[in-house]
Structures are given as C-alpha cells and as structure tokens.
C-alpha cells in the first residue's frame, strides 16, 4: 500500500472514529454516527485506500448496522420518557431532560419535535421548566443524550434499496445501450454525424463533444445524456496510444458539460425548477427565456474555462483524430431491433416535458427491449459495469443518512447566516452550495438550502441584495459539484470507462467549482442586477 493509500486508510478510520467522541450541540447520536460515515467515505473516496465502489458497499453496510431499526443500535432502542405533570409554577423533570441549550424533546405522534424552555432550579436534581409550547400529559425525554431521542430509524430496506434506486436503472439503461452500441459499431456512426463539422484536431473534437452535450442535457437528463455521449468518444478513444492523457480530457468532458449544461434551461436539472418555484411562493415569475437570459451567459464562459483546463492538463499526443470514417451501417435484424431501441430510447428522453414520463422509467426501456430480444446477450451483460452501480448507491445512501439524522440541517445552521453582508451572504451560499453537492444530491441539496436563502433573502432586504440572486446562486452551485465519483451520476458514468482516476477528477472537480463560485459571485455584482433590475 502506497503512501497516499495509507494515509486514506489512517484519516479514515481517525474520522470515522472521531464524532463518538463528541458532543456537538444541536445534533442528535444519529446525526454523530452519519458524521462518522460521512468522514471516513470522504477520505476513502479521496485518496482510495480500498477501491471506490468497496467503499460505497461499505457505505451502505454500516448505514444498516449503525442507523437502521433493524441494525443492533436501534433494534428495540427506545429513549426514556418523562409525562409532565404540572405545578404552580411549570412542569418538573429530571435536569438531564434539558439540553445545554434550554431544550426539551418532545415525543409527539412518533415523531420529535423541540421546545425551547424557560429553567429555574427545584432544589434537587430536578430542575422547574416553562414553556407555552408544554401542557399537561405531555411526553418528554427524560435523557436528551440517549441515541433514539430526535431520530426515528428508518427500516434497512430503505438503504439496501438504494441499489435499486431509479438513478440505478437509468445508469443501467445508459450502459445497455453503450454496450449496444459497441456491439454492432453504432457507436462508430454517431461519431462521424457529430463530430465532423468540428474537424478532426484535438481541441475542435474537445470543443465539439462539449457543446453538443450541453446542448442537449439543457433539455434533457444530465445522465441520460451521458450515457448517450460516452458512446461517442469510444472510437476517438481507440484511435489513441495506451498513455495518451487526452482519454482523461474526452471522459471528463462529457459529465463536466452534462452538469453544466443543465443550468442553461429551467428543465435541465431539478434545482433549477426548485429555484423556480420557490421564487413562485414570493411571487416571482421567472420565464423560460428569463431564465436562459440569467445563465446561459455563464454556462458558456465555464465550458470556454473547462475546455481550457482539459486541453493543458491533459494534452493529446495525437495531432488528428478520424471522424469522417466509412464504416456503414449494420443492416442484421438484431442491429435494427438496436437502433430502433437506441432512438425510440433518445427520443423519449429528450420529450420528457411533453409526455411526462421521468427519464429512469424510460431507461426500462433499452433493459427490457436489449435483453428480451437478446440484442446483448448474457456474455455482452456480463461485460456492463457493475461496480459504477454500487458506487453510486454508496452516495445515494450517504446522501440519505445525513438528511435523515439532520446532519446536512446541522451542517447549514453551524453558519450565522444574519450576521452577513449582502456580498458575504452569497459567496457563502454559493461556497455551501457546492461542497454540498459533492456529497449530497443536488436536488437534495437545492431543497435544504433554499427555503434558507429565500428567508436570509428577505431579512437582508433588497437594499444589499435581489432575492432572485440568492436563489439563483443555490441553484447553479449545486450543478458545479462534480470533484468526486459520487457527486453526480454523470462522473460515475465518466469512471465506468476506465479512462479516470480519482485524483483526476478531484483536481478538475475543484478548479471547476472555485471557477464557478468566482464567476458566480462577479455575475451576481455586475450582470444579474442589470437584468433583474
């Protein structure tokens, strides 16, 4: 094991076992156990002390032992209670049913809710408390530190199921048809019709992969997209020699452009239609147009920057690349049974918004079709990569822990958002925004922090801000988190090919996402404002 091996494995293990160790005020035992995971999946996933997708099972492993109902921790776990019986001047519990910060749990329902509570001493180790949210027979727990007090374990199935995720099926409906298109040199054509107008040199295929991906994940699933544009590069890629750095420039810039493409439209990824009707609640109508007006500027200025960064830190040792090839179209009744599936497939994912059917129950489609018909056989199935499977369960899971222990809350409220400045305010949204993202999913994400925004937004007041500048930063920094495996399903597509390693992605990831807070911030200063003004 290398240096940068063990050093994961150390780091690891030192933050996975660290948060048993505290007591961080304001989050529950569950919430320091989904720290422990959290820590020790980061610093697996960084510097891979075991491999990527071995760290996502594990994952999800200790995420059924530790959290679940069913693991050992909470199987018949249950937090001991108090039934509050009035006095003439408040209710009397035990002192340790009261939290360092004046705070009661209450059990209400199956579920916990907190009170905040007025103290004075009862002269013994009870202590008198008031409340006006407190009433007779009211339960409350009598030891705020006991594991199950503000968190409800939810069944292992839930975690377990993330290998069934619908994100899985459209991961393996995108792989089924890379390996179609393989199988009968579809992938072959589809490089000549897209790329030739770009040219055959390096940074004019680059240039091209890039915007016809954005283009089309502004109107469709940023990893429906993927899928389909990583066939692409296929023959690009054999013509190649064996330590040729321009594979990792083509791989990474089809999530890199998926992901950024997205923000163009209001369509083009969840936290974009989350910005916007959370807008709609404060009566703000955001168009279609407008919304394009707000970000395509942007989104062309990072794919310029991204482009730039692919081209010198990965540069082609080849000087031109074949586009124009005459190979022909396969005419045997399985190709055509493939393409019809390959188009019919594209088709309805690219008219999402007009039939209404989501992009993973599309993605049945080529896993059904391909296999009933044995289009790919059992051999070519085998071939698929599995393990990208379970390493974007492992983030799926992930993800869920820390929304449901209120981790990620905990997180986000750790920062005294009123005591900012305007220019403060969205840099550090912005910031948040995107370090959020790597772990979380950006729809997760979008949803936690923008009711926050839209509340910081109207304290601040339109004398140092527009709230639609707020919202709008949420929404586009989460789409620039794509430094790790798991921080979208585009670059785990990336890494199924074999063409990148972690810290490849890591050093683009970063570089990408402190490019987009810096121009995120000078828009927010001097071209938003001109507009929503």
């Known amino acids: 094991m290398n240096t940068t091996k063990t050093a994961g494995l150390i780091l690891g293990l030192v933050g996975f076992i660290l948060p048993f160790f505290l007591s961080l005020p304001g989050l529950s035992y569950a919430g320091h156990i989904a720290l422990s995971i959290f820590l020790l999946a980061a610093f697996f996933w960084m510097l891979e002390p075991i491999p990527i997708h071995g760290t996502s099972v594990l994952v999800i492993f200790l995420g059924v032992l530790l959290l679940s109902g069913q693991g050992p921790l909470y199987k018949n776990a249950q937090a001991?209670?108090?039934?509050?019986?009035?006095?003439?001047?408040?209710?009397?519990?035990?002192?340790?049913?009261?939290?360092?910060?004046?705070?009661?749990?209450?059990?209400?329902?199956?579920s916990w809710r907190a009170a905040d509570v007025d103290i004075q001493p009862s002269g013994n180790s009870n202590v008198i408390i008031r409340s006006t949210e407190l009433s007779e027979g009211m339960q409350i727990a009598s030891e705020t530190t006991h594991r199950s007090v503000n968190y409800t374990p939810r069944r292992y199935q839930d975690y377990v199921g993330t290998l069934a995720n619908p994100i899985i099926i459209l991961f393996l409906g995108g792989f089924m048809l890379a390996q179609g298109a393989v199988k009968y040199s579809f992938d072959k054509n589809l490089t000549r019709y897209l790329l030739k107008p770009f040219g055959s040199r390096p940074g004019a295929i680059l240039i091209g992969l890039m915007l016809v991906t954005a283009a089309l994940s502004a109107f469709m699933s940023n990893t429906a997209t993927t899928a389909m544009m990583m066939t692409v590069i296929i023959p690009i890629v054999a013509q190649m020699g064996p330590g040729d750095r321009f594979k990792t420039a083509l791989a990474l810039s089809i999530p890199i452009a998926a992901n950024i493409g997205g923000i163009a439209t209001p369509i083009g990824t969840p936290p974009n239609a989350i910005v916007i009707a959370a807008l709609q609640k404060e009566g703000i109508m955001v168009s279609f147009t407008e919304w394009m007006a707000l970000t395509?500027?942007?989104?062309?200025?990072?794919?310029a920057v991204a482009w730039f960064m692919l081209i010198k830190l990965f540069p082609a040792q080849i000087s031109a690349f074949k586009t124009g090839s005459d190979v022909t179209f396969d005419r045997s009744s399985k190709a055509v049974v493939f393409y019809a599936i390959f188009m019919t497939t594209v088709l309805l994912?690219?008219?999402?918004?007009?039939?209404?059917?989501?992009s993973n129950i599309v993605a049945l489609l080529p896993v059904a079709g391909l296999a009933l018909t044995e289009v790919l056989e059992v051999k070519d199935i085998r071939k698929l990569p599995w393990e990208v499977l379970w390493l974007v369960a492992g983030g799926?899971?992930?993800?869920?822990?820390?929304?449901?222990?209120?981790?990620?809350?905990?997180?986000?409220?750790?920062?005294?958002?009123?005591?900012l400045g305007g220019f403060a305010v969205i840099a550090m949204f912005a910031a948040v925004a995107v370090l959020m993202s790597n772990f979380l999913s950006n729809t997760v994400t979008a949803t936690l922090l923008m009711p926050l925004a839209i509340t910081i937004g109207i304290m601040q007041g339109s004398g140092s801000m527009n709230i639609v500048e707020l919202a709008l930063v949420v929404g586009v920094g989460t789409s620039m988190a794509m430094a790790l495996p798991?921080?979208?399903?585009?670059?785990?597509i990336a890494m199924s090919t074999g063409m990148v390693k972690t810290p490849d992605m890591a050093k683009t990831g970063v570089i990408i996402g402190v490019v987009g807070i810096t121009l995120m911030l000078a828009y927010a200063i001097l071209y938003w404002p001109l507009l929503l003004n």
């Open 80 to 110: 001991p209670l108090t039934q509050l019986t009035s006095q003439s001047d408040g209710f009397e519990v035990p002192s340790t049913a009261v939290t360092a910060t004046n705070q009661v749990w209450i059990r209400d329902n199956g």
């Open 396 to 419: 799926l899971a992930l993800g869920l822990y820390m929304d449901h222990t209120g981790l990620a809350t905990y997180l986000v409220s750790t920062i005294d958002w009123a005591s």
């Open 349 to 358: 994912w690219v008219t999402e918004s007009l039939h209404g059917i989501s």
């Open 296 to 303: 395509l500027p942007l989104v062309l200025i990072i794919l």
């Open 486 to 492: 798991i921080s979208t399903p585009p670059n785990a």
